[in-house]
């Protein structure tokens, strides 16, 4: 008997859309990821930049921006750096969550700001990417609280609805990186 892996299309989980911004939250989870996707139009076109985070983590943002006892407040930031690598040229992405009401109080009503960076970064010997420098590339959007608890909510549903993908990724995963350590052991 074979088995035919089909990949399900990834699909907005979340969309926001104002005057001038868009933001898309969109499943990745045969992957093992969420993708953040943020850009402008209008008077000021922002093209689209795009950042993955772990599923791992959006539980723990989840967390934190859920938290009845100590909610995010002024200075709150949950960043997630990674990035990619493609024909020789490092690519760094930093992605933040950050609560800030601005100076006396500007932003009080938005005080949720999505922020993705974009830039050069160099590979580390651990496979990671590290920024070199700051994003030559930036988007961010503002969110209201209702917004951000929404977004947050959402996220917490898919991810317990959409569970079994998650751990096939995290199985298969594990079965590639058997396989590699006995073929290297094999291989010796």
């Known amino acids: 008997m074979t088995t035919h892996e089909t990949q399900t299309p990834d699909y ?28 402008g139009y209008g008077q000021k076109v922002i093209p689209m930049l795009s950042a993955y985070i772990p599923v791992p983590k959006v539980r723990l943002l989840i967390h934190r ?13 949950f960043e997630v750096i990674g990035g990619s690598s493609r024909d ?6 930093i992605l933040k969550f950050v609560f800030d009401a601005g100076q006396n109080g500007q932003f009080a009503s938005m005080p949720w700001r999505i922020v993705i960076g974009v830039g050069p970064g160099r590979l580390l010997e651990t496979g990671g990417i590290s920024p070199i420098g700051k994003p030559t590339s930036v988007a961010d959007i503002r969110l209201s609280v209702d917004d951000m608890t929404m977004l947050a909510l959402e996220l917490e549903a898919h991810l317990r609805h959409r569970q079994g993908t998650y751990e096939y990724h995290r199985i298969r995963e594990q079965r590639e990186r058997h396989a590699q350590r006995t073929a290297d052991t094999d291989a010796a």
Not at 12 to 37: E, F, H, N, Q
Not at 88 to 93: H, L, T, W
């Open 65 to 77: 921006i859920l938290d009845a006892v100590l909610p995010p407040s002024d200075g709150f930031c």
């Open 12 to 39: 907005d989980i979340w969309t926001m859309v104002t005057k001038s911004r868009y933001c898309y939250v969109i499943s990745a989870l045969p992957i093992g990821k969420i993708k953040i996707a943020i850009g």
């Open 88 to 93: 020789g040229v490092v690519e760094s992405r």
